[in-house]
């Protein structure tokens, strides 16, 4: 009787417990939905720079700031205004309840005429994976633009250029009898190296060379210049990009 009670009372326990982890995945899911949407009523706009976007109560670069945003978030614009200096502000809602004033040369527009053109400046002017986020960004926001061909470009070589200072480090924190010890291959050790999960994030894929341990950008952003640009100026040096690659682009 009392066995049967205890078996009884650990099932409901466990019952509890996954309903409670359920509840609270699925809360927190909702929560980072809620924060990710865009409040109506504005003109969408994105931080390109996250070092300017410091949210404030006023038009003013002395007032008070409210909350700073991170580079690719996503903005309501509603409202604009000269300061007495001659900085333009732009007034812009966060989430349902927060807003503030950003500079101008914070965020990008789709809409606006030359936008593209600033934040390409901007690419060319960011190095190593600045430059990668930054061009990501581009490539989510301005999808009919013709500057798109060249940053496609730049968002590879920057890929590729961080390719090897990535390999670098996985050799050096990844020990070589932990991975004979554990059993998975070198190429699931190398590609389940945490240090891509932030180029992940950014839509940058890497393939691995078991040879030589070396991580090589899988080429995506060349291979859509030559889909879809084939004619362009960037063609021509998107093909000599995939021909350098390794042969196969796999593990090899």
Known sequence: MFLHLSKSYAKTYISLVILFVFTFTCGAANASAQKRRVPAGGRVAVVIDERLAALRDMPDLGAQIVKRLGRGRVVSINNSKRAPDGAIFYRVAVTRRTRGWLPAESIVQAARAGDDERLLRLIR???KFDRI???RIFLDTFSSSTLRPT???LYGEAAEGDAEKLSREAERRLD???MLAGGASLKSYYLNY???DRYRRQGIAFTFNRATKQFHYDGESWREIVRRYPRSAEAQEAR???GALPSGHVDF
């Open 240 to 242: 000599k990009r995939l």
């Open 194 to 196: 945490n240090g891509l």
């Open 133 to 135: 986020a930054r061009a």
């Open 151 to 153: 940053v496609l470009l």
């Open 125 to 127: 002017a960011s190095e």
């Open 176 to 178: 070589e009898r932990e």
